[in-house]
């Protein structure tokens, strides 16, 4: 299957760990990477969950849906549906207040939960105990973690981390809170969320870049601190946007094509803008293996204004076939 090829059957794909994070800075489709990894997964038979922390991402739009997400789960394909097997995609929105009202609220204090919400004093809390929102989140997706390892399904889960910046400080602060924390519910969620991210067959993170300076100076940074400050095991790192490589023999001849002068000297200039830009890509990918000793999974620029669930289609087989034989 040559890259970008999503015809016929998909790669099959095995998943690394039971909660995979796709980390990255903003703007290098680290949403449409989660959605080709849990398209792959579906499409390999897996029953595959999608945990947005941010919102507003856009994700729903990557499977064909206009409505946005929720934090009750929501099915984006069905079993059998755009070629998925016996796989299934579900997504769900996790945020602090949400995940504090559900703990409150398993503990018989939902008026107290309720209460919390209405008067902001999470934000006051948050602000007297930093981390404590990423925490609760992370403790959600741990209570979804052990109760897939437990009841077999979903049999993934990948988690669209906040942008790069947020990342680190997002998947380290269960490690602050435990130093923080001498004893208390804190401390144990702390503890217990610590356990999973340096589990890699529970966690692992894969980050996203761009073949770009800037990008691959932040995934590289974003990398080390991941590994330094949040014990995770990394998978291989996803360029995403990389255009497809061209080249060209001889002059063009306007007279053979029916071109004018003027015309002639547009595809020209478009030509050397194509094969610069992808000398400079390949430039920074070179630099990224050098910064970065991580396998590279090299997805395709896609010329389209607006990605849908062909696009995610397409991405997710380029990665499956480059996970069967990854480049090297």
């Keep these: ?63 064909g849906h206009a409505d946005g997400l929720g934090y009750e789960e929501v099915v984006l394909l069905e079993a059998g549906e755009a070629g998925l097997g016996s796989g299934t995609v579900r997504a769900r929105t996790l945020t602090p207040d949400d995940a504090l009202v559900e703990y409150l609220d398993g503990r018989g204090l939902g008026k107290i939960s309720r209460r919390l919400r209405s008067t902001g004093t999470l934000d006051v809390i948050a602000t007297a105990v930093p981390g404590i929102k990423d925490i609760l989140v992370l403790g959600k997706v741990k209570q979804l973690e052990v109760a897939a390892a437990t009841a077999g399904s979903p049999d993934l889960i990948v988690v669209d981390a906040p942008a790069a910046g947020h990342a680190v400080t997002f998947l380290s602060s269960a490690y602050g809170l435990v130093e923080a924390a001498a004893v ?43 590994e330094d400050r949040a014990s995770v095991k990394l998978t291989p790192i996803v360029v995403n946007g990389v255009w497809p490589r061209v080249t060209v023999q001889g002059r063009l001849e306007p007279e053979r094509y029916g071109l004018s002068q003027q015309d002639a000297a547009r595809v020209e ?56 034989g990854p480049q090297r």
Excluded: W
Aim: overall charge negative; glycine content about 8%; hydrophobic content about 45%.
């Design 269 to 324: 200039a478009a030509v050397e803008f194509r094969l610069a830009r992808q000398d400079l890509q390949a430039q920074q990918l070179s630099r990224l293996a050098s910064l970065l000793p991580l396998e590279q999974l090299r997805l395709p620029y896609l010329f389209s204004v607006d990605l849908d669930l062909e696009a995610t289609r397409t991405l997710a087989f380029e990665l499956g076939r480059q996970l069967e």
């Design 184 to 226: 208390g519910p804190i401390r144990a969620q702390a503890l217990e969320v610590s356990e999973m991210l340096s589990d890699p067959a529970r966690c692992q993170v894969m980050v996203v870049t761009l073949p770009e300076e800037t990008p691959v100076n932040e995934a590289a940074d974003t990398a080390f601190h991941l």
């Design 1 to 63: 299957m040559s890259p970008g090829d999503s015809s016929g059957d998909p790669p099959r794909f095995r998943a690394p760990a039971r909660v995979l994070i796709v980390a990255g800075k903003g703007g290098v489709g680290k949403t449409t990477v989660s959605a080709a990894v849990a398209y792959l997964g579906a499409a390999s038979g897996l029953d595959v969950l999608i945990v947005e922390v941010e919102g507003k991402s856009g994700l729903p739009e990557l499977f």
